[in-house]
């Protein structure tokens, strides 16, 4: 199945100079739509908006004052990659706009440059857009691509499902600020294990207390230790001494009744995979889930691995 032209919209004069990098980019599956007439530029950008901008500052100065504010006021244009086209680069007088665009491409620039900056400004706006916003840690989409990759790889490789336990408990006791730290605090545990222990591996964040890792499989076991150690040294920082010396939480449930709930602890599935295992990432999800059900059982910090061919 082809790939989707991404659509950018240049506003340039019509017989600029550098109008060869059009065909460049026509070429590497973009598709260009240039605009002379300010007001025409803004209402295709704000009634159909494209995947990226091109502007060139010397033609409308005035006018680019006007598209920043409007891209910081409509939700939907903020997220648009904006690159800044300038006869000369003045970073002193260029430096108020910085934190609005993504590049800045002179007119001397060459169309492979040009290529290669917009290829990055795109490249840039899917990862972070990727990003949990809470942990900066990868999300969804980064998470479906490394499976894949090893679910393809020669050398095995462990997918490591974590899931923070009795959370919702402590998040309703405690307070959604303290919750959210225990978050952050998690994500830096298991970013730091896996560099200590291993630089071929890979942390995702799925979203809410639900992280995604990806280690080689005979680094598995041992990085699941040392995440457990880590994190229950952690918890008595996070936990009154009341609850702490008491063993437990008390908390509503979900029909608002007082009950007792574990402190929080860990559960991590492990599933081996090698290449031709496993067809597709969903069956990697549903052994993985099959897994958390039973470590979940056990009480406290706990891992378990899959055995299974």
Same mark, same amino acid.
Request: charged share 30%; with cysteine; glycine share 4%.
């Given at each position: ?141 980064? %998470?479906?691509? @490394?499976?894949?990759?090893? =679910?393809? #790889? !020669?050398?095995?490789?462990?997918? +490591?499902?974590? &899931? ?24 830096? %545990?298991?970013? @730091?294990?896996?560099?200590? =222990?291993? #630089? !071929?591996?890979?942390?995702?964040? +799925?979203?809410? &207390? ?100």
């Amino acid at each position: 199945m082809p790939t989707k032209k991404l659509t950018i919209y240049t506003f340039w004069k019509k017989r600029a100079p550098f109008l060869g990098w059009k065909e460049r980019l026509e070429s590497n599956n973009f598709r260009v739509k240039s605009l002379y007439r300010v007001d025409k530029f803004f209402e295709a950008l704000l009634f159909k908006p494209p995947d990226l901008l091109f502007y060139y500052y010397e033609k409308d100065p005035k006018s680019f004052q006007v598209l920043l504010r409007d891209i910081k006021m409509h939700f939907n244009l903020v997220r648009i990659p904006f690159i800044l086209v300038v006869d000369k680069l003045d970073l002193d007088h260029l430096r108020q706009y910085l934190q609005a665009i993504d590049e800045i491409i002179t007119t001397k620039a060459d169309d492979i440059e040009v290529l290669i900056r917009t290829k990055l400004a795109m490249s840039r706006l899917e990862r972070i857009s990727d990003n949990n916003p809470l942990t900066g840690l990868p999300g969804n989409v980064s %998470i479906e691509k @490394n499976i894949k990759v090893a =679910l393809e #790889k !020669e050398e095995p490789s462990a997918v +490591i499902y974590v &899931d923070l336990d009795n959370f919702k408990a402590y998040n309703d006791l405690y307070g959604f600020s303290k919750g959210d730290e225990m978050i952050k605090n998690l994500s830096k %545990i298991l970013l @730091n294990t896996l560099q200590t =222990l291993s #630089k !071929e591996s890979f942390v995702g964040h +799925i979203g809410g &207390d639900d992280f995604v890792l990806i280690v080689p499989l005979e680094k598995a076991e041992e990085m699941s230790k040392e995440i457990i150690k880590r994190f229950d040294s952690l918890v008595p920082k996070f936990v009154n001494p009341k609850d702490l010396q008491r063993g437990y939480l008390i908390s509503k449930d979900r029909k608002g009744n007082l009950c007792k709930f574990p402190l929080p602890s860990l559960s991590l599935a492990i599933v081996p995979v090698h290449k031709g295992k496993f067809k597709h990432i969903g069956e990697v999800a549903e052994r993985a889930g099959q897994i958390k059900k039973l470590v979940k059982s056990v009480p406290g910090s706990a891992y378990f691995i899959d055995r299974r061919a």
